[in-house]
């Protein structure tokens, strides 16, 4: 069964800080994304990460993924407001399969 | 180019009544998915749609029906609905022979059963 954890599940930062969210699952896979949800709202698409050593960045927010360690960060970087939001991770097993199973989210806000 | 669309918004039910949801999607996507995300969690798949014509069940099915009843269109049917149902419902759909097979999601329908 293929199990997706996030840490941290809360993550409270200030404004201008850097900071990592970190997503770890259990078995291998084809493909790993990351979503954006803020209160209320419907799912964002953000990354779509094909392979190792994948990196992606969009304006303060970078996507990078190891397969070997089975491990995706999302790196934001000095952090502003607009960023606060709930963020999942979610990974399909293998091409064909397109299930897709979500990690927790890392619940993030922003302080000015 | 509307997305994805689901009805209702918001329900409320009590415990036996039954219900339909809908999704319909204008991308001509050939895979559809209904999740269901509870508080505190990611989304879990309920059920799936690889192709018109076809369907399978996901992480939690029990409790639910679907049907997908074109290329546009996929639904979800609670037949008798539990309070264990409360949740927020989101529909969604992806281009399955797209290598990257990225989902697109519903607005979402907030369920509360009573």
């Known amino acids: 069964e293929l199990k997706v954890e996030q840490n941290p599940l809360f993550l409270s930062m200030q404004e201008g800080k850097n900071y990592t969210i970190y997503c770890n699952y259990s078995?291998?896979?084809?493909?790993l994304y990351w979503y954006r949800q803020d209160p209320g709202k419907s799912l964002e698409s953000l990354f779509v990460?094909?392979?190792?050593?994948a990196v992606k960045q969009e304006g303060r927010l970078m996507a990078s993924l190891d397969t070997k360690a089975r491990l995706s960060t999302l790196h934001i970087t000095a952090a502003v407001h607009d960023l606060s939001a709930t963020y999942f991770c979610?990974?399909?097993?293998?091409?064909?399969?397109?299930?897709?199973?979500f990690g927790t989210g890392t619940r993030l806000t922003i302080i000015p | 180019n509307a997305g994805v669309t689901q009805t209702p918004k918001f329900q409320v039910l009590k415990t036996g009544q039954s219900m339909t949801l809908q999704c319909a999607q204008d991308?001509?996507?050939?895979?559809m998915y209904w999740y269901r995300q509870d508080p505190g969690m990611g989304l879990r798949l309920i059920y799936y749609?690889?192709?018109?014509?076809?369907?399978d069940k996901g992480e939690v099915p029990n409790g639910y029906n679907v049907s997908r009843l074109n290329k546009r269109e996929f639904s979800l049917r609670l037949e008798s609905a539990a309070p264990s149902q409360t949740s927020v419902y989101f529909c969604?759909?992806?281009?399955?022979?797209?290598?990257?097979?990225?989902?697109?999601f519903g607005p979402g329908t907030r369920l509360t059963v009573l």
């Open positions: 991308m001509n996507h050939n895979s």
């Open positions: 990460l094909l392979s190792n050593g």
């Open positions: 078995t291998t896979s084809d493909r």
């Open positions: 979610a990974v399909v097993r293998n091409f064909g399969n397109e299930k897709l199973t």
């Open positions: 749609s690889a192709s018109e014509g076809t369907t």
């Open positions: 969604a759909s992806s281009e399955a022979w797209d290598r990257v097979n990225e989902q697109f």
